[in-house]
């Protein structure tokens, strides 16, 4: 076997896409590295190269980096959610910056006229609206525990994904992302279905009862709680229900599911609701939303208010628009925006949340916003009346390719493209570049101490034929 080689006192000096720091050897050599921050020293044990760059492991921290802080979350090394927990926040969102500059000049190539500074939150922690918990037989073990005389059995086991693992789970006590009661509905269900010996799923062998379960709270104090089992086992279900429920009255909307697949997706299935309120109420503003169980809403409350204001900023309403809302969700943004236009249509794929949005209009007595349900590639069309802007806001995976070709035949005056992928953004803004361009730029931090960013863009036709 070919030793393996250690590098001695690198310097990180950058973080790079997907948050993986950069250190530079003094040959020139690049390593990527999980774990240490900008100005840390260290020695790092050398990996394969993969795609033209080395891959390491840190093997010790010889000097810390002035912007190292002290992370909050006892689970912060072994968890993986909150990465940057150790790094001080300003720096985070410089950081954010320049990965939203870099994808910019590497993969849209193109002249953005302003880039303002990103929006940093005033809430680095319990700023998550929704987390999902997974239960498993098997709990992911710490190096010391594998190097332990100790033999592991299997273990039950109610928390978070070990990154990179489908079945390994890491315990959590306390998790920062969540506020209201969510620590305390989390272990509250892990101690009565040990006590009670409810077996947990193993995903390998395809059986035990728990699943997993998703906490979604409102800033109006309302939550929802959907639990998923593998098999509908009524007892077992009843009684750990109704536990619950005794115990937290202030779940509004207390929803079940049995999901005998082979994956944890409960977007194909019925939920079933167990107590309280089908759905769950927010307010943005002075917009209330209804939303149910599978409709998406931004997970940051706090900063989606942000984020939609510098979106409505960008867009320079004067009131007599007709608009388009790709990608609607909830219909969050036509709603938000409805009484500052002409019209607006919102056009989004899950039918549950065309439903939300629909009697989200009548709860805010908007009666100029219309929805679609389908694909956006399906139903935006060059036979559409041609609308003044156009916001859009997709997936991770950005825009389908027919999409942008409707958008470039319909030709609106502005695009205003908000999105939680800078690097789909830019590959979709270098084809948006044949007529248009790219004047405001500015991130809104919506995932403190990740390397996640949300960015907003507004696009102005080049062209006569886009007024
Ligand atoms: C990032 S969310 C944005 C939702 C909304 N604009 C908001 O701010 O809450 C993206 C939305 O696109 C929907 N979606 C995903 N793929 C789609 C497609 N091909 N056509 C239409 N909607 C889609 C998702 O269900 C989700 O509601």
Redesign the pocket.
């Known amino acids: 076997m070919k030793k393996k080689k250690i590098i001695e006192d690198i310097e990180i000096i950058d973080i790079a896409d997907r948050g993986k720091a950069v250190g530079k050897a003094e040959d020139g050599k690049v390593i990527f590295v999980q774990g240490p921050v900008p100005g840390d020293i260290v020695d790092i044990l050398l990996l394969k190269k993969r795609k033209g760059v080395f891959q390491g492991i840190v093997k010790k921290y010889k000097k810390n980096s002035p912007y190292r802080i002290k992370p909050v979350c006892s689970h912060f090394e072994n968890c993986g959610g909150c990465k940057w927990q150790h790094l001080d926040y300003t720096k985070q969102l410089e950081y954010k910056d320049k990965q939203v500059k870099e994808a910019f000049n590497r993969i849209a190539k193109v002249d953005i006229e302003e880039i303002l500074p990103i929006k940093g939150g005033d809430k680095t922690e319990y700023y998550r609206n929704k987390l999902e918990f997974s239960f498993s037989n098997k709990r992911w073990l710490t190096d010391e525990e594998i190097n332990s005389d100790t033999i592991f059995g299997e273990t039950n086991v109610l928390g978070f994904h070990a990154p990179g693992s489908f079945d390994k789970i890491i315990p959590v006590e306390h998790c920062y992302l969540q506020g209201s009661s969510s620590n305390e509905i989390r272990n509250f269900i892990r101690d009565y279905t040990l006590e009670h010996g409810y077996t947990y799923w193993d995903a390998r062998a395809n059986k035990g009862l728990m699943r997993n379960m998703i906490i979604r709270t409102s800033s109006l104090n309302q939550i929802m709680l959907i639990v998923s089992f593998s098999t509908d086992n009524r007892e077992k279900i009843t009684s750990l229900l109704d536990a619950v429920y005794a115990k937290f009255p202030e779940i509004s909307s207390l929803n079940y599911v049995i999901n005998p697949k082979m994956n944890d997706s409960i977007w194909d299935l019925d939920i079933i609701n167990y107590k309280g309120k089908t759905a769950i109420r927010e307010k943005l503003g002075e917009v209330e939303f209804i939303i149910s169980p599978k409709?998406?809403?931004?997970t940051n409350t706090f900063q989606?208010k942000v984020l939609?204001d510098i979106a409505l900023d960008f867009a320079d309403l004067q009131g007599n628009e007709n608009v388009l809302?790709?990608?609607?969700?909830?219909g969050?943004?036509a709603l938000y925006l409805a009484k500052k236009v002409k019209k607006v249509m919102g056009?989004?794929?899950?039918k549950e949340?065309i439903e939300d949005a629909k009697l989200n209009a009548k709860l805010n007595n908007i009666s100029n916003a219309t929805f679609k349900t389908?694909?956006?590639?399906d139903i935006l069309s060059d036979r559409f009346d041609k609308p003044d802007i156009v916001?859009i806001?997709?997936?991770r995976a950005g825009m389908?390719k027919d999409v942008i070709e409707t958008l470039l035949k319909l030709e609106p005056q502005k695009l205003v493209y908000?999105s939680?992928n800078p690097s789909t953004q830019a590959r979709d803004i270098a084809l948006l570049s044949e007529k248009y361009k790219v004047l405001k730029s500015q991130a809104v931090d919506m995932f403190p101490h990740t390397h996640h960013i949300e960015n907003v863009v507004l696009l102005h036709g080049k062209s006569e034929n886009s007024k």
């Open positions: 409709s998406f809403f931004q989606s939609y809302d790709l990608y609607t969700g909830i969050s943004i056009i989004e794929l899950v949340a389908g694909d956006v590639k916001f806001d997709p997936p389908h908000i939680c």
